[in-house]
């Protein structure tokens, strides 16, 4: 990030969030299991609760990493509040979108994988792996301790596991 998004003024907010919303986004539809209308709500949130404290930005060692962590924090506090019974349904991306992002089916498997994993294992996986986050920064992240991030990081790739079946070896095909 460039020092200058850090000045606190509006110019500097406006380029943070054209710099981050893709990323936000794109964690935002791992984590939402590829609902893009409840992404785009993340992100939109997310983004909103940055501009708020924008002009504090400069207390913030790291701005990307604090939006990362409002967006997890955003999205278990829509899975607490959501309804027991609810349960969406994501539309999938159309052809277009499978056609350049190479192998679909098995972004589709994963995508409907790490759907049927509760929240919060969903949100360890993704903050780990795809976010590449070290197990100190998950727990401030998701507001846990260090051990819950190990134990749940395991149980979660464990359940993983037991939904793809067989090795991932197998599911790509080697």
């Not at 299991?33 to 924008?54: I, K, P």
């Not at 019974?85 to 350049?100: F, K, N, T």
């Not at 903050?127 to 134990?151: C, F, G, H, K, Q």
């Amino acid at each position: 990030m460039r020092q200058r998004s850090r000045d606190g003024s509006r110019d500097g907010y406006r380029e943070f969030a054209q710099e981050r919303a893709a990323h936000l986004y794109r964690s935002a539809c791992l984590l939402a299991s590829g609902d893009t209308h409840l992404a785009e709500d993340l992100v939109q949130e997310t983004l909103g609760r940055m501009y708020l404290l924008w002009g504090r930005i400069s207390r913030i060692d790291n701005p990307a990493a604090y939006a990362q962590t409002v967006l997890v924090r955003s999205f278990l506090t829509h899975q607490r509040r959501r309804s027991a019974g609810e349960r969406p349904v994501a539309d999938l991306p159309g052809p277009d979108a499978a056609a350049r992002d190479g192998d679909s089916a098995l972004r589709l498997t994963l995508l409907q994988a790490l759907g049927r994993l509760p929240p919060k294992d969903r949100a360890v996986l993704v903050l780990r792996y795809w976010e590449d986050r070290s197990i100190e920064e998950t727990a401030d992240a998701m507001n846990v301790s260090l051990a819950a991030v190990r134990t749940r990081c395991t149980r979660a790739l464990a359940r993983l596991r037991e939904e793809l079946g067989g090795s991932p070896g197998e599911l790509i095909g080697r």
